[in-house]
C-alpha cells in the first residue's frame, strides 16, 4: 500500500488508507494505554474534528491537506479506541456553519470524506 509521507503532503493529497499497516505503539502509547486500562474503559466516547485548516495555515500545506491530515489522525485515534476495547464512537466533522464557507472547500472536504468513508467501508 503507497504511503505518503508528511514531507510530501504540502504538495499532494494524502492517499492513505484509513487503516495503514500498524507499526509497534511507543513507550508512551504502551503505557498511556496501560494507565487508561487502569480504571473504567467508556462504552462511548465523542470526537469533535476541529483546526485543521489552522493547522494547515500553520504548516503552509493547502487546507484540503490538513483536512487529510485531521482523517488520518482520526484512523489513529479510532485504533486507540479499538485497542482500549471502546466500542461506541461518535465523530462530530461537519457542522452546518461549515457550509458557509467557500463552495470549492466544501466541495472538496464532501469528496474527501467520501473517498474516505468509501476505503473504510472496504477494509473493515
Known amino acids: 500500500m503507497a504511503l505518503t509521507t508528511r514531507s510530501d503532503r504540502g504538495n499532494q493529497e494524502s492517499n492513505s488508507a484509513w487503516f495503514p499497516e500498524r507499526k509497534d505503539p511507543g513507550f508512551i502509547q504502551k503505557f498511556c494505554c496501560k494507565v487508561i486500562k487502569a480504571g473504567e474503559i467508556p462504552k462511548h ?5 476541529d483546526g485543521n485548516r489552522r493547522y494547515a495555515l500553520k504548516m503552509n500545506y493547502s487546507r484540503i491537506i490538513g483536512h487529510s491530515m485531521g482523517f488520518d489522525k482520526l484512523a489513529e485515534t479510532l485504533e486507540w479506541c479499538l485497542d482500549l476495547g471502546i466500542k461506541e464512537v461518535t465523530v462530530y466533522a461537519f457542522s452546518i456553519e461549515n457550509f458557509k464557507r467557500s463552495k470549492k ?16 467501508l472496504l477494509e473493515r
Open 105 to 120: 472547500e466544501v466541495e472538496d472536504l464532501m469528496k474527501l470524506a467520501k473517498g474516505k468513508f468509501d476505503r473504510l
Open 45 to 49: 466516547v465523542a470526537f469533535i474534528m
